[in-house]
């Protein structure tokens, strides 16, 4: 291959200049990569970004690249070349990069934390029983399973639409249909995610932003706060009461609106988490009847466990939010497949709302993560359509029966206080404020020290002085646990 002549450009128009350039530049490069691989890359990168007029970096590039390679008959010598800089440093040293200061206000959820901490020791080999995650300890239905795997099979491995596929969205709003009275168009208001908590986000980041305020009820999840300071918008705590069951009352909510006008979003968590307290559709009416005052108030409603409800009267059933009276229209219903399916790890949740408030998230999403993974779609399928009633059912039963032992055992302990015990979700949020003088933290630290038993401070949720227990899991794990922290809290050592 010959090279092409360089010539001056004087005289040329600027266009002409730049053609010329690029070609001098395109031919050096070319010739440098394939002979040279990463030395000709690195030769490249060495002479960019100098100052130097484009037709002068490949005159440069030329000569080097001349220097380098010489042909004598079919036979190619290469000189050695001078070893590069490295492109990556090796170096220890702490980086002086400055981060985005909304990152130093976000707190790291403890639930995670102690998590962390838990699969440590287990990793040391230090037996630690676990009562700190929200996970089912029951596997997924296994028409679900088998969905999966014949997704496999059947290579349905693509990416899907950011949406999510169309089988899923219409087996999502035939069931809210179904089973909740709302009617939402699947190719328009429904967005499936990475899980609920990518959906929460992305509902609070679709609504509020600097400026705007967010009433958030205490005891909380601990991710929403930290989901709306990651927006910029101000996190507002609504404090409930133990003898109200931590439920919101209206009462409560209209004064927290009168006194902030720059309330945006209401994030309603039911069943809830910490707590597993379940607002009644009685109770959801009064609140719907405190926000007609107030319509650029929007609604985001967590209903990640409302399968997971305990009470057997007509009354005490799980009813959407947004199905309440002149609430369609400004709530975003969030919901998913773990807890109810026990599909965790498959990270499949979803989004429901009016279709501006819909776009506003699926923008949102096709920059973050695009879609979710097209073989948990296919398990969300089938978690719809083809397990039965019963099945859910007896779980649910199950569950009920890991409550009421728990709840037994707690208010047999000495200065454990439960005023209202749970009816959804699988989670307990006892008093043990007569405890560390309640320091709820240190308490679950010398727990895990002395006991191998993990619980979270309900600090972490808003609510110090308490502890939250998960009961999904096993009856023999939760005997044990119950059984270590009545021995702890027996021991005179605090």
């Given at each position: 291959m010959t090279r092409p002549t360089m010539r001056r450009t004087a005289g040329r128009s600027p266009a002409a200049s730049m053609r010329v350039a690029a070609l001098l530049s395109l031919y050096c490069c070319c010739r440098a990569f394939l002979l040279l691989g990463a030395g000709g890359r690195a030769y490249a990168f060495s002479i960019g970004g100098t100052g130097r007029s484009s037709i002068d970096n490949a005159l440069?590039?030329?000569?080097?690249?001349?220097?380098?390679?010489?042909?004598?008959?079919?036979?190619?010598?290469?000189?050695?070349?001078?070893?590069?800089?490295?492109?990556?440093?090796?170096?220890?040293?702490?980086?002086?990069?400055?981060l985005n200061p909304i990152v130093s206000n976000v707190k790291i959820s403890k639930t995670v934390e102690i998590f962390s901490l838990v699969k440590q020791m287990e990793a040391d080999g230090i037996d630690v029983t676990s009562l700190c995650v929200?996970?089912?300890?029951?596997?997924?239905?296994?028409?679900?399973?088998?969905?999966?795997?014949?997704?496999?099979?059947?290579?349905?491995?693509?990416?899907?639409?950011?949406?999510?596929?169309?089988?899923?969205?219409?087996?999502?709003?035939?069931?809210?249909?179904?089973?909740?009275?709302?009617?939402?168009?699947?190719?328009?208001e429904v967005v499936v995610g990475n899980g609920a908590k990518q959906c929460?986000?992305?509902?609070?980041?679709?609504?509020c932003g600097p400026l705007d305020s967010v009433v958030i009820p205490a005891p909380y999840w601990p991710s929403y706060p930290e989901m709306v300071s990651l927006t910029g918008a101000t996190p507002i705590i609504l404090e409930t009461k133990e003898e109200d069951g931590y439920l919101v009352t209206p009462e409560a909510l209209r004064e927290v609106l009168e006194e902030?006008?720059?309330?945006?979003?209401?994030?309603?968590?039911?069943?809830?988490?910490?707590?597993?307290?379940?607002?009644?559709?009685?109770?959801?009416?009064?609140?719907?009847?405190v926000l007609d005052e107030y319509p650029n108030v929007a609604v985001l409603a967590d209903e990640i466990y409302e399968r997971?409800?305990?009470?057997?009267?007509?009354?005490?059933?799980?009813?959407?939010?947004?199905?309440?009276?002149?609430?369609?229209?400004?709530?975003?219903?969030v919901n998913g497949f773990s807890k109810a399916y026990a599909m965790t790890g498959m990270r499949l949740g979803y989004l429901a709302a009016?279709?501006?408030?819909?776009?506003?998230?699926?923008?949102?999403?096709?920059?973050?993560?695009?879609?979710?993974?097209?073989?948990s779609q296919a398990a969300g399928v089938a978690a719809l359509e083809d397990v039965a009633e019963?099945?859910?059912?007896?779980?649910?039963?199950?569950?009920?029966?890991?409550?009421?032992?728990?709840?037994?055992?707690?208010?047999?302990?000495?200065?454990?206080?439960?005023?209202?015990?749970?009816?959804?979700?699988?989670?307990?949020?006892?008093?043990?404020?007569?405890?560390?003088?309640?320091?709820?933290?240190?308490?679950?630290?010398?727990?895990?020290?002395?006991?191998?038993?993990?619980?979270?401070?309900?600090?972490?949720?808003?609510?110090p002085g308490t502890v939250r227990i998960s009961y999904a899991t096993s009856m023999e794990e939760l005997e044990l646990a119950m059984n270590k922290l009545e021995e702890f809290l027996a021991e005179d050592n605090f």
């Open positions: 440069i590039f030329a000569r080097r690249a001349n220097n380098i390679f010489h042909h004598h008959g079919r036979r190619r010598v290469v000189r050695p070349a001078p070893a590069p800089a490295p492109l990556f440093s090796s170096t220890t040293e702490e980086s002086e990069i400055a929200g996970e089912p300890d029951f596997p997924p239905p296994q028409a679900v399973l088998d969905a999966a795997s014949r997704a496999i099979s059947d290579c349905d491995t693509r990416y899907t639409a950011v949406t999510g596929t169309a089988a899923l969205r219409q087996a999502i709003a035939d069931d809210l249909n179904r089973r909740k009275g709302l009617t939402y168009d699947p190719q328009t929460v986000y992305q509902g609070v980041l679709a609504t902030n006008d720059d309330v945006k979003l209401l994030i309603l968590c039911n069943p809830s988490n910490p707590t597993g307290g379940v607002h009644t559709e009685k109770r959801l009416r009064e609140l719907a009847d997971l409800v305990y009470n057997d009267e007509p009354e005490g059933r799980h009813v959407s939010f947004a199905s309440m009276p002149n609430m369609f229209h400004r709530t975003m219903t009016p279709a501006r408030l819909a776009k506003a998230t699926t923008t949102i999403q096709s920059q973050l993560t695009s879609c979710a993974g097209s073989i019963e099945e859910l059912e007896a779980n649910v039963s199950i569950m009920r029966g890991k409550r009421d032992y728990v709840v037994d055992r707690l208010r047999s302990m000495p200065n454990v206080n439960l005023v209202v015990p749970p009816t959804g979700a699988f989670y307990v949020l006892p008093d043990v404020s007569a405890y560390y003088d309640g320091d709820d933290v240190a308490l679950c630290l010398d727990l895990l020290k002395s006991k191998r038993l993990a619980l979270v401070p309900g600090s972490s949720f808003g609510a």
